[in-house]
């Protein structure tokens, strides 16, 4: 199940029921050259619409906020030599960290891929 | 994100040629102007570092003060020594206000009768009013709006311009020139904003996108946007209007001593000039400095930096990413005692402090032209 937030986050139950998140392509886009991922520390707790971590392009520092409830299992630490793999590959090798979810009923409230397209075009 | 501004925005005469190179456009001092193109900041800041840039400055104020006795009234409203440039010389300065502080900063070049002056964008209202009154009648002040400005900055712009007008490779920094590109007349300084070697094209208007994509030919050219253009003036050091000099900061405190003449500091004769020379001859108690974060994290502006107590020494008033340096840069004041590079410090980013230190400026080398 791969889910998608207003603030341009998405998060995909995999397998073994953890949770993987990370910004989307219109996002990267919108963001331009990304230099700098701060990333949550693992266990750290975070809240549904909270601060989880912090994406940096050239020009401005913006938020990345938890799209849902949980406790952070593990993050990418690739991204701390190669943040420009958020732009490459925002969806795979860019992702951003994985929670052990605290509810997963609170995804049902997020849009599917289908909603979430046609809230990027309402934006342009 | 790109929903269009409700306030109307002015254009420059590059917009339609913005806009067909794929530009991302932003509102930016009462203007639309290009942030980035497809290839991004990065891309558009390497390359203008290695080979040549072309930047729409059209923006800026450009305005022409006309009468013999210009330079002489000019000097009463800027620290900068007009009177001492020979024809066609050009030099930094600022409009400073009766407490020292800098109501704008400017480039202004001598001309046979009168001066060139080009301002920034967003005070060049208050700056074209501000003229006219200080002048009083003096010298007249003729804002020549339906001019474009164009930036070629880089290593490889020399090679490139002298395509065009062969005479520019002896044209030595901070000088004007006047030359016929295909046929238009254009006056052309060597300076910038970049650090680098390179030129500002002053054209008519409806001659500027024909010369644009015409330089845009050369293969070593690239489009580059404000967002390069302001990763590359950081990394050179330079001063950002409103953000790292402004009216309550003096050109003492912001380390621009070295733009105020020395005639001027024995005479005087400019707003807050009482301020501005007990500065130069007891100090100030903050300067402005270069910093090195030590970690990745960018320091933006607004950032406080301490000592390693805990207690605030300074702020930031520039800070990002630079692409050349490849890491973390910052421009910020701190109390005079800890203005000395190498010093360390700590910025404050997210309620974290984190290790930083006081570096010489510029953080790349400037590379312009001195003959």
Not at chain 2, 179 to 199: C, N, P, Q
Request: some cysteine; charged content about 20%; aromatic content about 6%.
């Amino acid at each position: 199940m791969l889910k998608f937030t207003k603030d341009h986050e998405w998060i995909r139950l995999e397998a073994d029921g953890s949770a993987t998140v990370g910004i989307t392509q219109f996002a990267q886009e919108q963001l331009g050259d990304v230099v700098y991922v701060e990333l949550p520390a693992v266990g750290k707790e975070v809240t549904k619409g909270g601060d989880a971590a912090v994406v940096e392009s050239v020009k401005a520092a913006s938020e990345v906020y938890a799209p849902a409830s949980g406790k952070v299992a593990a993050v990418n630490d690739k991204l701390a030599g190669e943040p420009a793999l958020v732009n490459a590959s925002p969806m795979a090798a860019g992702w951003f960290f994985k929670l052990a979810l605290k509810d997963k009923g609170e995804l049902d409230g997020l849009m599917d891929e289908a909603a979430y397209g046609k809230f990027c075009e309402g934006l342009h | 994100m790109s929903a269009p501004s409700p306030a109307p925005l002015q254009r420059t005469p590059l917009y339609e040629l913005h806009r067909s190179l794929g530009a991302k456009m932003v509102p930016f001092a009462g203007y639309e102007m290009p942030v980035q193109y497809p290839s991004g900041i990065l891309a558009e800041h390497l390359h203008t570092r290695a080979a040549a840039g072309l930047f729409d400055v059209s923006h800026m104020g450009q305005v022409r003060i006309h009468g013999p006795g210009a330079a002489a009234a000019f000097e009463c409203l800027v620290p900068g020594d007009i009177l001492g440039l020979a024809p066609l010389q050009q030099r930094y300065t600022q409009f400073t206000n009766a407490e020292g502080g800098i109501l704008d900063d400017l480039m202004a070049t001598r001309l046979e009768d009168g001066l060139f002056v080009v301002v920034n964008a967003a005070c060049k209202a208050d700056d074209i009013a501000h003229m006219e009154k200080g002048l009083d009648g003096r010298a007249r002040v003729e804002p020549l709006a339906e001019r474009a400005l164009l930036a070629l900055q880089g290593p490889a712009a020399a090679d490139v311009l002298a395509r065009l007008a062969p005479a520019c490779r002896a044209q030595k920094f901070m000088t004007l020139a006047r030359y016929s590109l295909e046929g238009v007349a254009a006056l052309v300084t060597r300076s910038g904003y970049t650090g680098e070697d390179g030129f500002e094209l002053s054209l008519p208007a409806e001659a500027a996108e024909r010369l644009a994509r015409r330089l845009l030919a050369e293969p070593e050219v690239k489009p580059i946007g404000l967002g390069a253009r302001d990763s590359l003036r950081l990394e050179a050091g330079l001063c950002l209007y409103g953000h790292d000099i402004d009216p309550t900061t003096t050109p003492v405190e912001a380390g621009l001593t070295w733009s105020i003449g020395r005639r001027r500091r024995e005479q005087g004769g400019f707003p807050g000039a009482d301020v501005i020379l007990a500065q130069l001859a007891k100090g100030t108690s903050r300067k402005r400095v270069g910093i090195l974060p030590d970690g990745k994290a960018p320091a933006r502006e607004g950032s406080i930096a301490t000592d390693a107590s805990g207690r605030r020494i300074g702020i930031i008033t520039s800070g990002g990413f630079g692409p050349s340096i490849g890491g973390p840069i910052a421009l910020g004041y701190v109390e005079s005692a800890f203005a000395a590079a190498g010093t360390a410090l700590q910025l404050v980013v997210r309620e974290l402090p984190r290790p930083a230190k006081v570096a010489k400026l510029p953080f790349v080398p400037q590379r312009y032209y001195r003959g």
